[in-house]
């Protein structure tokens, strides 16, 4: 997700996705940061490590069966947070009567993703659950566009277990949108960002609540102090309300980020939680962007922090994705893992007991499980599913723009 904030709190909070600052400069390119270590340095067994086990497709219970009651699990992810998924570990142990023990390396995107090439490298992999190494992804998407989408699969089946999408029992209950042969979308669907606002500084100055970023061209919003992040700005987020809304206007993309730069006030805030904190202290009426899953903290109803989904709002994959490493040290725990994620009830419980985590099977109704009013905003906003292959033009969109000066702070 994103590195734009490198205290240890904020890593805490905010749940990063989208990668690193570095990755600028490869979607300007075309070509990736961090390819001079993730090429020629892949090792590793043969086989796919399924011998021995049943016949796919898998069910949770079978994959069960498969683990011992001193089983571990290892996780990677890109959340910043490493406390959802002891919790989420917690409620699948819970649910189908495990004792996994689980270690979580939680980080910016680029950072788990240099850690597992590097483990990779040495040929002492240790991830056995991975949740969106950004790099890999980037050098995926950035290879299929440049070579074909074979091609990108090529890199990606050096990484990760593959036809995830045909071994298990889930493959019926997702969007085509939600899995593919090495990720499948387990967590956190729905909107991929937010529109932050303060609702007091709103009703006090007479404004308008804006439903898309076409409504704040109107006369009541001119200068109206708008923050971002000064660290960081994320490409694909800014390139799909650039790129959206630009299209809604009939306008050249650049033209219409520059016409919205020139009519609103820019200020730079040192990281997205500072931005947030801002936003709800009343200290500003309004956030450019922000993701959902780092807003959520900071909501409740002794808050004027209010959320903005605009209409067919982006959603990268409609949910979070979970791929297990093709080297995992415990296969057998990961696909129980995986496989039980996507399971009813540990769905429905990550709506109360797990932090900072949301489900992401939309086949399901969890008005009994009384989500408050911004997790039920999140199950419940209109949003256009955006597959794991199309971010890149999003993110063409938002390096063009940020490379032409439109969000210099």
């Known amino acids: 997700m994103s590195d734009q904030k490198s205290p240890v709190e904020s890593q805490k909070i905010d749940g990063d996705r989208r990668g690193r600052v570095s ?3 490869v979607l300007a390119t075309g070509g990736m940061a961090a390819s ?4 020629g340095c892949l090792g590793g067994g043969s086989g796919d490590g399924t011998e021995g086990g049943p016949e796919p497709p898998w069910t949770t ?5 498969q683990i011992d009651d001193d089983a571990t699990l290892t996780i990677y992810a890109s959340t910043g947070s490493d406390q959802q998924w002891y919790d989420l570990v917690n409620v699948v142990n819970d649910e189908f009567g495990t004792s996994v023990e689980a270690d979580v390396f939680a980080s910016v995107g680029s950072e788990m993703t240099q850690r597992f090439v590097q483990e990779r490298q040495a040929n002492n992999d240790t991830a056995d659950i991975l949740s969106s190494p950004s790099d890999i992804d980037d050098e995926m998407k950035i290879t299929a566009q440049n070579d074909g989408r074979e091609a990108g699969l090529d890199v990606g089946r050096e990484y990760f277990e593959w036809d995830l999408d045909q071994k298990f029992w889930f493959n019926d209950k997702l969007q085509d949108v939600q899995q593919y042969p090495f990720y499948i979308a387990a967590y ?12 007091d500084i709103f009703e006090d100055r007479g404004l308008a609540i804006p439903e898309s970023y076409n409504d704040l061209f109107d006369g009541q919003y001119e200068g109206l102090r708008t923050l971002l992040s000064s660290r960081y700005i994320a490409p694909d987020m800014v390139g799909w309300i650039v790129r959206y809304h630009a299209d809604q206007m009939d306008m050249d993309n650049l033209a219409w980020a520059n016409e919205l730069r020139e009519h609103l006030n820019y200020t730079g805030a040192s990281s997205t939680t500072t931005a947030v904190r801002e936003v709800r202290d009343g200290n500003a009426p309004l956030m450019f962007y922000c993701w959902p899953t780092v807003l959520d903290p900071f909501m409740g109803d002794d808050t004027p922090l209010g959320a903005v989904f605009p209409a067919n709002v982006k959603a990268f994959m409609n949910g979070s994705p979970i ?8 296969p057998w725990v990961a696909r129980f893992f995986l496989s039980a994620v996507l399971e009813e009830p540990v769905q429905r419980r990550m709506i109360n007991d797990v932090t900072n985590q949301i489900p992401c099977r939309f086949d399901l109704d969890y008005s009994d ?10 199950l419940t906003a209109d949003f256009e599913p955006v597959s794991f292959w199309d971010g890149w033009q999003n993110s063409q969109v938002g390096q063009t723009a940020l490379d032409n000066g439109v969000f210099e702070l």
């Open 323 to 330: 791929a297990i490493n093709k080297e995992a040290p415990n």
């Open 369 to 378: 499980q009384n989500p408050d009013a911004y997790t039920e905003k999140r």
């Open 23 to 25: 990755r600028r400069s």
């Open 188 to 199: 956190n669907g729905g909107p991929g960002l937010t529109m932050p606002i303060n609702e």
């Open 61 to 65: 219970e079978d994959l069960a069966e």
């Open 36 to 39: 001079a270590t993730l090429v």
